[in-house]
């Protein structure tokens, strides 16, 4: 299983910018999908999570801000993200729960990441 993550890149303050991640491979299922995303000097954290159901979840530091949404059909995971500011420059990446055969457990996988820079 491989998650591809895109759609970073250098935008000015106030602007906005949309990620993809798309998971390919041997899939019989996807569970939950998310991002997160790990600034410099500091560590990974969530910023926000969907469920196969839609059901959705925030980092307060992005709530109102950020969208996150999946298509199931395509196994893919979006964020759009708007008034971005200089603490949303990170390291972007997608994480999502895969079961890969009939019967297995669902498994984690991550994304490359995708950098996004905001400047000031």
């Known amino acids: 299983v491989q998650l591809q993550a895109s759609g970073g890149g250098l935008v000015q303050a106030g602007g906005s910018l949309r990620l993809s991640c798309a998971a390919s491979?041997?899939?019989?299922?996807?569970?939950?999908m998310g991002w997160y995303r790990q600034a410099p000097g500091k560590q990974r954290e969530l910023v926000a999570t969907?469920?196969?159901?839609?059901?959705?979840n925030y980092a307060d530091s992005v709530e109102g801000r950020f969208t996150i949404s999946r298509d199931n059909a395509r196994n893919t995971v979006y964020l759009q993200m708007n008034s971005l500011n200089a603490d949303d420059t990170a390291v972007y990446y997608c994480?999502?729960?895969?079961?890969?055969?009939?019967?297995?457990?669902?498994?984690?996988?991550w994304g490359q990441g995708t950098l996004v820079t905001v400047s000031s």
């Open positions: 969907v469920t196969s159901y839609g059901s959705t």
């Open positions: 994480n999502a729960e895969v079961r890969r055969y009939r019967y297995t457990p669902f498994r984690e996988y």
């Open positions: 491979g041997s899939i019989v299922s996807v569970n939950d």
